[in-house]
């Protein structure tokens, strides 16, 4: 990835010199999401998804201190990818680069796969909202050991609408019919 430039800050490639930094200053939900999603805390949630991630960009401020930081990893699927997104509030201040990067850079995260995906804290609002803008879609709802019975939503991206028919209903005719096959049952 190019780095680039803008009036509001930067966007770069992120580093592990960024995790630290980043930890201390994250959002209170983005803490309780990981807390009750893995019980664990900021700095080993950002430093397990970038080890993992086959693309992974941070968004700076105008004096390079890292404001979020996102990526994509690899599933058990190697059509399907696990998108993540970690942020301070000063995400706030950069609210314009945040809509225009990440909507470039989730792009970019569909290359290769057919579908992303994660879960998603139910009380934090503010992502659920950007991510439907993004065109994820809630498929499902659970909990997990460490969330108290609160519910976690399963957020997805589908490469397009056959895809999203194959992955949500093992429906094999549509996908057959798209390629030009006769199918009947």
């Given at each position: 990835?190019?780095?680039?430039?803008?009036?509001?800050?930067s966007v770069?490639?992120?580093?592990?010199?960024?995790?630290?930094?980043?930890?201390?200053?994250?959002?209170?939900?983005?803490?309780?999401?990981?807390?009750?999603?893995?019980?664990?805390?900021?700095?080993e949630a950002?430093?397990?998804?970038?080890?993992?991630?086959?693309?992974?960009?941070?968004?700076?401020?105008?004096?390079?201190?890292?404001?979020?930081?996102?990526?994509?990893?690899?599933?058990?699927?190697?059509?399907?990818?696990?998108?993540?997104?970690?942020?301070?509030?000063?995400?706030?201040?950069?609210?314009?680069?945040?809509?225009q990067e990440?909507?470039?850079?989730?792009?970019?995260?569909?290359?290769?796969?057919?579908?992303?995906?994660?879960?998603?804290?139910?009380?934090?609002?503010?992502?659920?909202?950007?991510?439907?803008?993004?065109?994820?879609?809630?498929?499902?709802?659970?909990?997990?050991?460490?969330?108290?019975?609160?519910?976690?939503?399963?957020?997805?991206?589908?490469?397009?609408?056959?895809?999203?028919?194959?992955?949500?209903?093992?429906?094999?005719?549509?996908?057959?019919?798209?390629?030009?096959?006769?199918?009947?049952?």
């Amino acid at each position: 990835m190019i780095e680039k430039s803008y009036s509001l800050g930067s966007v770069s490639a992120a580093r592990p010199e960024d995790i630290p930094i980043l930890a201390r200053e994250m959002r209170e939900i983005d803490v309780i999401e990981i807390r009750k999603f893995a019980g664990i805390g900021p700095e080993e949630a950002l430093s397990f998804s970038l080890r993992g991630a086959k693309l992974a960009y941070c968004l700076r401020d105008r004096n390079g201190a890292p404001v979020s930081i996102m990526g994509v990893g690899w599933l058990a699927n190697p059509r399907a990818g696990m998108a993540w997104f970690l942020s301070s509030d000063a995400i706030d201040k950069i609210g314009l680069l945040f809509l225009q990067e990440t909507r470039a850079s989730i792009d970019t995260f569909m290359q290769g796969h057919d579908v992303i995906s994660n879960y998603v804290y139910s009380r934090n609002e503010k992502t659920l909202k950007w991510l439907r803008w993004l065109g994820f879609e809630k498929l499902s709802e659970t909990d997990t050991p460490h969330s108290d019975g609160e519910l976690f939503y399963e957020m997805a991206r589908f490469k397009d609408a056959t895809i999203r028919d194959l992955y949500l209903n093992r429906d094999w005719s549509g996908y057959l019919k798209a390629c030009g096959f006769s199918y009947e049952r």
